[in-house]
């Protein structure tokens, strides 16, 4: 029995009780609900470890409901959703989703998506009472937040400030999907010169030093027209 409880908000009654009975196979405890208002009123009661919502609620619009959550929970939320297009997806996103999957889907990626939510769950819980929290390490790579440095292959490398504070920033945000202009703020705020094609420039010279194979990324997955991932290698992430 996994011990995280999913609440599930969609209003299809055959994708719920895809989800639900999915969900049950696996070992998870859930509650469900069909439109956006009792959905906020069940998760505040009874405050779930992860969400799976569908945006085309009947009631209330889904991304209004995630920045109603995020503005008192930061309960991760995987969007499952009809709405394929790009705006859709930076909408969602940019208002607090953790990741976003297309419908139609195939229950092997939800439940591949539900997994990576759930080790981000338990590294979070690990760190709670950990007194090494400056210290981020995934795979090969290994950063120092509080000296400032980063590693690969026990090899210090050279970062520029923004490259470092790039890197850093989606490596605690590790397994989520952050768009262009979440990074944009969260590194340059208002600062109009970096724009989107900077963005790109900045990561195409930190994938030169970070990754092994710049054609094929091993850390840093690009989410076309929507934003970039930090990939988790394995479950020896700090």
Not at 6 to 28: K, N, W
Not at 106 to 124: H, M
Request: net charge neutral; charged share 25%; aromatic share 8%.
């Amino acid at each position: 029995m996994n011990n995280y409880t999913i609440f599930v908000v969609e209003d299809d009654r055959a994708i719920r009780s895809l989800i639900a009975t999915t969900l049950e196979i696996q070992g998870y405890k859930y509650e469900v609900a069909m439109n956006g208002k009792s959905a906020l009123m069940g998760i505040i009661s009874s405050k779930p470890d992860i969400i799976i919502l569908d945006l085309g609620l009947p009631d209330i619009d889904g991304v209004e409901i995630i920045t109603k959550i995020r503005s008192w929970s930061d309960v991760p939320i995987i969007v499952v959703s009809a709405r394929s297009d790009d705006k859709d997806k930076i909408n969602a996103l940019d208002a607090g989703a953790d990741d976003y999957l297309t419908k139609p889907f195939s229950i092997d990626e939800l439940l591949a998506r539900l997994r990576v939510t759930v080790r981000r769950l338990n590294n979070q819980n690990s760190h709670s009472n950990s007194s090494d929290k400056n210290i981020f390490i995934n795979g090969d790579l290994k950063i120092d937040y509080a000296a400032g440095c980063t590693y690969l292959n026990n090899t210090e490398i050279h970062l520029t400030p923004n490259e470092f504070k790039l890197l850093s920033l989606l490596a605690k945000n590790v397994g989520k999907v952050l768009t262009h202009n979440y990074i944009l703020k969260e590194i340059w705020t208002n600062a109009l010169p970096y724009d989107t094609q900077s963005l790109r420039v900045f990561m195409a010279t930190l994938r030169k030093k970070i990754e092994p194979d710049t054609s094929n990324p091993k850390y840093i997955q690009t989410h076309i027209g929507v934003g970039y991932r930090m990939l988790k290698i394995d479950d020896t992430i700090k």
